[in-house]
């Protein structure tokens, strides 16, 4: 699939689409193994070619299918982009080390794209940067970057050795969650750091809003690729949508070639107007 220019103009990407795939709740038997396993080659082949994960997902089941994943993903083609993310009670200077060896263990690789703290805790985050830079000079990640951290968490991050080269903060933003565009996207936006929207599809309960739909109706795209289109609409915002369903993988890669127009934003703003001031973060 020709990815579309718009949707791949994140620089540390390098060229993979700003939508690409969640995993939370898969390898988990919600459905078979190999469903699932086919639902993630076939969001590969349509260019989703970033995963997300975590040590989190299922205790490690995740991020064991997605390494049964890569090992059936034929090795001439474009690497994936993997994401994974450590959990703050393992986000100590020794603990970030051990943690990205069992991640990196479970997906067979040498090396994790991007690694993410997965919430704030009470480790100080200058000890948790540390570890991070260590591990992306011995070339184990490529970058590194947060999860959940409002404004003023990344705020403090800025103030923290080393913190200012972190490139991505993963937040809950969709269509009815938008509280970010106040103050941390635009601050995000300023400060060279990539907000990567989680839970795109508010959980599953954007799948069949009305007025996603029948905008969707107009394009012959079910309500999904509309929450998807819109987060994406920017060019500047990863997307990482969850499905273990190959038809529902095909149906959201639909979304990196729907450009919405300027009367159906401003619906969508109608049902769901743009913050007039400061939201607290959304956490799921
Ligand atoms: N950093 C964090 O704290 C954090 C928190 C939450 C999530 N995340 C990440 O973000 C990812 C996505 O978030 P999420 O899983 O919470 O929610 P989501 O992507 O908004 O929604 C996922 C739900 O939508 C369904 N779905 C997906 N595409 C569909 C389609 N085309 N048609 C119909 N149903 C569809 C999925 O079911 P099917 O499997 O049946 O398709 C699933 O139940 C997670 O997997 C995880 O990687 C990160």
Redesign the pocket.
């Given at each position: 699939m020709e990815i579309d220019h718009m949707h791949s103009a994140i620089s540390f990407l390098q060229g993979h689409a700003n939508l690409g795939m969640?995993?939370?709740?898969?390898g988990q038997g919600?459905?078979s193994r190999d469903e699932e396993k086919a639902a993630l080659l076939t969001g590969l082949q349509l260019g989703l070619s970033v995963i997300?994960?975590?040590e989190m997902?299922g205790d490690g089941l995740s991020e064991e299918l997605i390494g049964d994943v890569l090992r059936d993903w034929p090795p001439s083609r474009p690497r994936p982009f993997l994401v994974s993310?450590v959990l703050p009670m393992h986000a100590s200077r020794k603990g970030v080390v051990r943690a990205f060896e069992a991640s990196a263990h479970k997906l067979g690789v040498d090396c994790i794209d991007l690694y993410?703290l997965?919430?704030r805790g009470n480790m100080p985050l200058a000890e948790t940067v540390a570890a991070f830079e260590d591990l992306k000079t011995q070339g184990k990640i490529r970058h590194w970057g947060v999860?959940?951290f409002d404004t003023d968490d990344m705020q403090e991050l800025w103030q923290v050795p080393g913190g200012r080269n972190c490139v991505v903060n993963?937040v809950?933003y969709?269509v009815f969650s938008r509280g970010i565009e106040y103050d941390l996207l635009p601050w995000c936006q300023k400060n060279g750091v990539t907000v990567m929207a989680?839970?795109?599809?508010?959980?599953?309960e954007?799948?069949e809003h009305s007025l996603l739909a029948e905008i969707g109706d107009r394009h012959g795209v079910?309500a999904?690729?509309v929450a998807l289109a819109w987060a994406l609409r920017s060019g500047k915002v990863l997307a990482?949508?969850?499905?273990?369903?190959e038809d529902?993988?095909r149906?959201?890669a639909r979304a990196l070639q729907l450009k919405l127009g300027p009367e159906e934003l401003a619906l969508i703003d109608a049902a769901s107007p743009p913050p007039r001031f400061k939201q607290p973060l959304d956490?799921?």
């Open positions: 969640g995993s939370w709740h898969l919600r459905r997300d994960t975590a997902y993310k993410l997965h919430w999860s959940n993963q809950l969709n989680y839970c795109p599809l508010g959980h599953g954007l799948i079910s999904s690729v990482i949508p969850e499905s273990g369903s529902h993988i149906d959201n956490i799921l």
